[in-house]
């Protein structure tokens, strides 16, 4: 790997997944604090802001975007008032002016009853969490494709580069469920982070379940990165991550029931390249009938189960 690619893959991997969470908690932040301030005749419950306190930039509520928590006066149908903090949708701006609000969590956590985008936030949001996964995912494939040197137009065919690479074990689950589960927990994670281990229990297990997947996702990223064999196989020979024997180094080449894929050099030791998956072995066995023929090349039938 070069150390361009490695750059590359750390940066998707390591630098890409916070910056998306911020810009997403930013997106969601800027467009879900903004509120319709309107008569509050009738209102059941009533804020009035008294003081507020700007929160830093970058945090895991508001992401890039200064937001505020304002100590306000709540009182109910006109009743004696309480004094309680209010995140984000209350500002300097709006100190002394009377808010309609609602509450969550058990009357702990305040929020606002006439939001001035109830649904732009929500559907921003996800755009930006779908655009970014799809960035991620596209830098991933382009990073990890293997790239061929293109051959000039007026080679002759028997001067075409052929070759074929192999790379990565079985699949357990479609890339479209994986993708609709992390777009849900991404979500969960900017929606209920904020409020985890504050006291809600629901709302901190949500917020711990939303951060699992990915997490899993990720470590099993760095796995495929650094652990999933691959191998090429061309007409000079075969490359695989620690050797890259020619044909006439190479004395036999084996591939296990289990598509344990295995070189032994001419007077060596056998090598374990890696074990692939059903459909990698099937690969592989196609090239080696293509390319391999000047050397021993064998294939051991999975077995069958006996009733």
Known sequence: MSFFRLIGFLFVLFVMPPLGYLTAATVFTHFGDQIEVRDTRG????????SCTAQEPITLTGGFKTW???????????????????????????????????TTNKGSRLVAKHPLHP??????????VIGWILAMGAMLWVLSRKHMRKPRVDSPPEEQPDEAYIRGRKK???????????????????????????????????????WSLPVLLFLNALRKLFFWPAVTISP?????TTDKPTWAEIERVDLSARHVLTVQRVGGMP???GRF???????????????????????????????
């Open 43 to 50: 209102a059941h419950l009533v804020a009035v802001a008294k």
């Open 68 to 102: 505020y928590t304002c100590e306000a006066e709540v009182s109910a149908n006109g009743g004696p008032s309480r004094t309680q903090e209010a995140r984000g949708f209350l500002n300097p701006d709006l100190i002394g002016v009377p808010v309609e609000v609602g």
């Open 119 to 128: 649904t732009a936030a929500p559907l921003l949001l996800a755009a930006t």
């Open 172 to 210: 357990w689950l479609r890339g479209s469920w994986i993708f609709g589960a992390l777009v849900l927990c991404v979500l969960g994670t900017i929606v209920y982070s904020g409020d985890a281990f504050a006291g809600d229990t629901t709302r901190t297990t949500l917020a711990v379940a939303s």
């Open 236 to 240: 000079t020979g075969v490359d695989w």
């Open 271 to 273: 090598q374990k390249v």
């Open 277 to 307: 998956g059903p459909e990698q072995a099937d690969e592989i066995h196609r090239a080696m009938r293509k390319y391999g023929k000047s050397t021993v090349y064998q294939r051991e039938a999975a077995v069958a189960s006996s009733a």
